[in-house]
């Protein structure tokens, strides 16, 4: 996809860049994964750090998006799921070889730049 191409896609997602930062909006149907940087931290603890080639996939046309789910890599990975209008839950695989994300980390979490913040953990999502 030509840089060009790839600007107007983002910007018709709704991401809107600041830096390399992305906001998460709500996608248009044909829009649905793209690569770039993203990172969970759980607890203090960095389980996810990926720069360039993380899967951020979007859900729903909501604004929800995963990170690092459907990989073929082993490893974490987490769900963002919007609640209403600046509030999201998320929930993670918790174990490197668990397909779901079963465990819930809260349902407090506010979008700060390209992050999602609770008490408990950050989910970070940026372009490539």
């Not at 983002?10 to 906001?23: K, P, S, Y």
């Not at 931290?41 to 996810?48: C, L, R, W």
């Amino acid at each position: 996809m030509k840089h060009a191409t790839a600007t107007a896609a983002l910007a018709a997602m709704g991401v809107l860049a600041t830096t390399t930062a992305m906001t998460v909006g709500a996608p248009p149907a044909e829009a649905k994964t793209i690569a770039g940087d993203c990172s969970l931290t759980v607890d203090g603890k960095v389980y996810v750090d990926i720069k360039k080639t993380c899967r951020i996939e979007f859900m729903g046309g909501d604004g929800s998006f995963t990170i690092n789910a459907g990989t073929t890599k082993p490893g974490y990975f987490a769900y963002v799921t919007m609640m209403e209008k600046g509030l999201a839950s998320v929930s993670w695989n918790e174990t490197p070889k668990s397909m779901s994300a079963q465990a819930p980390l809260g349902e407090d979490f506010r979008r700060k730049g390209g992050c999602w913040i609770g008490k408990r953990a950050k989910v970070c999502a940026f372009k490539g």
